[in-house]
């Protein structure tokens, strides 16, 4: 079978990381698969806000998906709708059984992502650059976690749809969120049908494909930290 | 046995193995999962004998005690105050840790002591087990800072700023004449004519930024030179 873009069934889109694009945040990153781009601020841990939502065991995961009003071919109403509250929701429960939260309590970790350019896959994306952003800000994690959808298109197992695929009849599309140490899933959705057999397949394709951009991470944050290694030795 | 699977001053992402096998002794920023043990933070792996730790590159101050760190004072309450010192929550400052005498709570106004917006030297007295921060003023030094300013950097870049034994922040003050306190939770303050504080918090941010670069110190003596014509 070929993929629209010529892709084999199990190849992700071109993929780029970079930490520490926000000045102002505590971390930050950028994920680019295809044409979706990513940019994530991590702000915290600090103060909570609203106080009433503290908890004094742990901290406070706050996360806020926001797709950029010229992020789509058809202008987007700007601001919160039902999708982004709803992937927001999505998007902080996939991060945080990886954070171990009680290193912190009664405060606050504010997450914001911002989608500038979606071409299907951007809760993934925004999953990914998260991660990223929270572990440059210094956050304990006990993994990163890194996500990608795969899929059924015309009865094939695939990995990483782009808009093109999603669009096509009896689609079914399931993004997921991996910790790759761990071999744990911490986000698993699916919207449509598919078989048993078909599912078993895919998933396997996402796994994979969880593994390439777990390693994207890990150089992209090795990077902005590479040169700052001298700092500490010197100091001895 | 154990053995070592990142070497000493390595960085390490979250997630990633360090060493396996129950030789070794998980610390700061490591876990233990089954026989291995685990980064749970970006940093430099440090080991010293069997402990392995990883030391931070990025995040909040966490407070410990003896620290001495500069607050901003954010609310005057009925017998203490609350003091934002760039950590996680504020930290409390009691009337009994600030002032000598004896003050009448019913009777007096606590905030002709300290008012909200005023720069304090201060220290960590005691950090509870859930994370309530105590300061105290009780210690010579310890004061209320008049004017100037507050820059804000990392907290793991001030030993940088500082220097070897306080070359660094000496060097500044030397060329620009202001007055000059850093605190261990990454505030610095300064006070000096305005074109002077200017210069001085873009040697620090200068710092800050290139704190990787071997021989820093002779590039913060170029620009404190070239801008103090």
Request: include cysteine; hydrophobic fraction near 40%.
């Amino acid at each position: 079978m070929k993929r629209p873009d010529g892709r084999k069934p199990e190849d992700l889109r071109p993929m780029e990381a970079k930490v520490g694009v926000i000045e102002n945040a505590t971390g930050s990153a950028m994920f680019r698969i295809g044409n979706t781009i990513a940019i994530a601020g991590v702000y915290g841990p600090r103060e909570m806000h609203p106080k009433r939502l503290e908890d004094p065991e742990k901290s406070v995961i706050k996360c806020y998906y926001d797709m950029y009003s010229f992020s789509v071919p058809e202008r987007k109403r700007p601001g919160p709708d039902r999708r982004s509250i709803e992937l927001s929701m999505v998007i902080r429960n996939a991060l945080e059984p990886a954070i171990l939260t009680k290193e912190f309590p009664k405060s606050g970790i504010d997450i914001f992502v911002s989608i500038i350019q979606a071409d299907a896959g951007t809760r993934c994306a925004a999953i990914t650059a998260a991660s990223m952003a929270l572990a440059d800000a210094g956050i304990p994690m006990k993994d990163l976690v890194c996500a990608v959808a795969c899929g059924n298109v015309r009865d094939t197992a695939v990995a990483d749809l782009n808009k093109e695929e999603e669009d096509v009849e009896l689609t079914t599309d399931i993004p997921i969120a991996y910790m790759p140490r761990a071999k744990k899933i911490t986000l698993l959705q699916a919207d449509g049908d598919l078989t048993a057999e078909r599912f078993k397949e895919a998933l396997k394709l996402g796994i994979q494909g969880c593994e390439q951009i777990y390693e994207l991470q890990k150089k992209a944050l090795r990077e902005k930290y590479q040169v700052s290694g001298e700092m500490i030795e010197d100091k001895d | 046995m154990g053995n070592l699977v990142v070497n000493e001053k390595n960085i390490v992402i979250p997630g990633e193995e360090i060493a396996n096998g129950m030789d070794f002794l998980p610390s700061f920023g490591t876990y233990r999962d089954g026989e291995s043990i685990i980064a749970n933070r970006l940093g430099l792996v440090s080991v010293r004998n069997r402990v392995i730790k990883v030391i931070a590159l990025n995040g909040v101050y966490m407070p410990q005690m003896e620290d001495l760190i500069i607050g901003i004072v954010k609310d005057v309450g009925f017998s203490g105050w609350t003091i934002d010192i760039g950590s996680v929550t504020y930290a409390n400052l009691p009337v009994g840790e600030a002032v000598r005498d004896k003050v009448e709570l019913l009777k007096s106004d606590i905030s002709k002591f300290y008012e909200i917006g005023d720069i304090i030297i201060t220290k960590v007295m005691n950090v509870t087990k859930s994370r309530i921060v105590q300061l105290s003023m009780r210690d010579h030094g310890l004061r209320k800072l008049q004017g100037g300013i507050i820059v804000k950097v990392v907290p793991q870049k001030i030993p940088r700023i500082i220097g070897k034994q306080g070359s660094m922040v000496g060097m500044i003050k030397e060329y620009t004449k202001c007055d000059i306190s850093v605190g261990q939770n990454g505030f610095i303050w300064i006070c000096g004519p305005a074109d002077k504080m200017n210069i001085t918090k873009r040697a620090i941010k200068l710092i800050e930024e290139k704190s990787h670069i071997s021989g820093l110190t002779d590039k913060v003596k170029e620009f404190l030179e070239s801008e103090s014509k």
